[in-house]
């Protein structure tokens, strides 16, 4: 017998079977809750349980701890329940959601953008366009039946997309970049399930954005500023993208050309271990905390993170305890990898 989930202050309420994580019952009730990397890992699903039992899942003490549960926190993309629940959660506007669906892809380009780096597009079923929000991003299923995750770097569109565009960092001895670097052909198919997470850009809000990308995380970035460029969204954006190298920031000339047409934007490249081959004249140093640098209170903003874990997790710990930042104005996606998840 299902358990009836109700979630708190909205009051929804939906049907989760045994056995199933409270969020992804959630979701597929038409529901939208944050989540990123359904891992039990990022604790962007960290909600509390108010009222019944769950079992939490396999999850590491360092990402959920004894304390955590005792004050009744739990990772609703781990936990299952026991009995029926009543749960409080940042919940989002269910009409911001987009229902994912599984579709087969066929790669149509790829570019090398660095050594290390390579573009991608995909070419999605053309029957029916497919729709997603600036910032989400997908998974490849792959034939070991685990799968990887790549956020979507295109913008969408209301009719929906038959196109999409990712980046794509190689990480030797890794199984699906290793393919990607090495024996992946023009028209090759991969399954896709599209779109997932909830880094998106939240448009209802008014308030000045700082961006931070390190590496590809540069991927969603890059959707959220052409979205809000193309819907003529005039709120500040600060974009700090960091990398070790110049050749890590491998669509640089991009970036600079937003700021130098748009006003409202300013771009800060930062590196980390620029090199006399790198020519750098710019800022130098974690790029975390060179928009720590220049928001010493972020109070009065919104933070959207991508990339390296290291970064999201230290931008959210310092701008949250350092600078002022409300914790729900912070937006992210960690690019965790097999590695991290094990
Ligand atoms: C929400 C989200 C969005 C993402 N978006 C992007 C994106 O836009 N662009 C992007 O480049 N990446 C992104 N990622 C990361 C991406 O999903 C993959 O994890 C990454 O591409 C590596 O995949 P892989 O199969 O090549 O490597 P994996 O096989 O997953 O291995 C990763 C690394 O770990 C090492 N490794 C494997 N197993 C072990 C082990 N047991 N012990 C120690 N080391 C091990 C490998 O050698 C390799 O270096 C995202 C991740 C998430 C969660
Ligand atoms: S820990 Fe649940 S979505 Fe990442």
Redesign the pocket.
Same mark, same amino acid.
């Given at each position: 017998m299902d358990y009836t989930i109700t979630l708190q202050p909205s009051g929804h309420a939906y049907a989760c079977p045994p056995g199933t994580p409270v969020l992804k019952a959630g979701l597929d009730n038409g529901l939208f809750m944050p989540y990123?990397?359904r891992s039990g890992i990022c604790r962007t699903c960290r909600a509390t349980i108010v009222e019944g039992r769950v079992d939490y899942g396999d999850v590491h003490p360092s990402c959920l701890d004894e304390d955590d549960k005792r004050q009744g926190y739990a990772l609703l993309c781990k936990a299952t329940p026991l009995t029926d629940l009543v749960v409080q959660v940042n919940e989002l506007d269910p009409s911001d959601a987009i229902r994912s669906k599984y579709m087969p892809a066929r790669v149509l380009k790829m570019e090398r953008a660095a050594d290390d780096v390579m573009i991608v597009t995909l070419g999605l079923p053309m029957n029916e366009p497919t729709l997603f929000r600036a910032g989400q !991003?997908l998974d490849i299923l792959l034939q070991d039946g685990t799968r990887?995750? !790549?956020?979507i &770097?295109s913008v969408p569109d209301n009719e929906g997309v038959r196109q999409v565009e @990712?980046?794509? %960092?190689h @990480?030797?001895?890794? %199984?699906? #970049? $290793?393919h990607v670097f090495g024996a992946m052909k023009l028209r090759e198919i991969h399954k896709l399930e599209i779109p @997932?997470?909830s880094f998106f850009l939240r448009e209802q809000s008014d308030k000045p954005m700082i961006m931070l990308a390190s590496? #590809?995380?540069f &991927?969603?970035i890059k959707s959220l500023i052409e979205h809000a460029l193309a819907r003529g969204i005039r709120r500040p954006i600060t974009l700090y993208w960091g990398g070790r190298k110049r050749t890590d920031l491998y669509l640089h000339d991009l970036a600079q050309s937003w700021a130098d047409r748009h006003g409202h934007v300013r771009f800060v490249p930062v590196l980390s271990e620029p090199t006399p081959a790198c020519a750098w004249t710019g800022r130098t140093g974690y790029v975390h905390l060179a928009a720590m640098e220049d928001f010493p209170d972020m109070s009065g903003h919104q933070v959207y993170a991508c990339g390296a874990p290291v970064v999201v997790d230290a931008a959210r710990r310092d701008y949250v305890a350092r600078c002022g930042l409300p914790e729900d104005e912070f937006f992210a $996606? &960690?690019?965790? #990898? &097999?590695?991290d998840k %094990?």
């Open positions: 990123s990397c !991003y990887r995750s !790549y956020s &770097a @990712l980046h794509m %960092r @990480l030797p001895g890794g %199984r699906f #970049t $290793d @997932l997470g590496g #590809t995380g &991927a969603p $996606d &960690a690019f965790l #990898t &097999a590695a %094990r």
